[in-house]
């Protein structure tokens, strides 16, 4: 059972560093590759909750931004409507901290290097929500967050609400 368990995290790790480096291959892309897709995907409106809970990073780049930029790329492609909510809590919750607060809390003197990429995906229309809890445990308070970003009042029951809400969840 160990040695299953430990396979299959062996092979998300894989998976995640391997698919944010490449994008969709999309209809039109196909006779270009001689690729045969045998299950196409077809993007519709969607509602789509992150849940950012741990550290997955190829090199310095996180693999759940990079997520959030390939969805909204593919997504404005199609024409689909895409809502997207980022819940960070636990061992990711500090690249939602503003420039002081990311330096005390990561003992650092560069400021949070997510800062413009979370910005942007803000202008984009992606909501930035942080854990109460994980802010609590860590005594961050909204003043240390990146402007816009949000606090519910706990991760874990915030994913249940919105996947109730009729939101996908993604765990990057």
Known sequence: MKR???ACAMACIHLAI??????????????ASGLH????????DSRVAFNMDHLAFNGDQSIGL????????????????LEIIAVFHGAI?????DDAAYNKARKTNRGNPY???????????VRFEECGQTARNNGWVNADLIPGVLVNSGANLR??????????????
């Open 4 to 6: 299953n368990l430990a």
């Open 18 to 31: 391997a698919i944010p480096l490449s994008t969709p291959v999309l209809a039109q892309d196909l006779n």
């Open 37 to 44: 897709i045998d299950v196409p995907v077809k993007v519709r």
């Open 66 to 81: 990079t997520y959030m930029q390939l969805m909204l790329k593919n997504y404005r492609a199609s024409g689909a409507k």
């Open 93 to 97: 919750g500090y690249l939602l901290l």
């Open 115 to 125: 800062k413009d990429e979370i910005l942007d995906l803000q202008k984009q229309g």
């Open 159 to 172: 994913l249940v609400q919105l996947q109730q809400d009729g939101f996908a969840e993604i765990h990057p």
